[in-house]
């Protein structure tokens, strides 16, 4: 069985940091691309970055280009997301997901308070 389980939400003030953990097993993490997407409430859910299988490659949605960090480590089964000068509207709900699958986490809150 294949289970995504996140960590490392919290409140923080704006300006602040937080570094989101996602646990990956029943999978052969290393061989899978994967993306950390966010739901504010009332709003779609979104991509906020994506990595490559080795972590050489990644993408990013234009609103946390230069705050955001994604990275990976494969002997870890786990993917990061190294958050920094948060905003309020960061807001949201952080997921993570084994791209182009139906396999998501629970999610974990994060909120950036003014």
């Known amino acids: 069985q294949v289970h995504l389980v996140e960590s490392g939400g919290g409140l923080v003030q704006a300006g602040g940091s937080l570094r989101l953990s996602c646990v990956a097993s029943g999978i052969t993490f290393r061989l899978v691309r994967m993306g950390w997407y966010r739901q504010a409430a009332g709003k779609q859910r979104e991509l906020v970055a994506n990595i490559s299988r080795a972590g050489d490659s990644t993408n990013y949605a234009d609103s946390v280009k230069g705050r955001f960090t994604i990275s990976r480590d494969n002997a870890k089964n786990t993917v990061y997301l190294q958050m920094n000068s948060l905003k309020p509207e960061d807001t949201a709900v952080y997921y993570c997901?084994?791209?182009?699958?139906?396999?998501w986490g629970q999610g974990t809150q994060v909120t950036v308070s003014s």
């Open positions: 997901r084994w791209e182009r699958t139906d396999y």
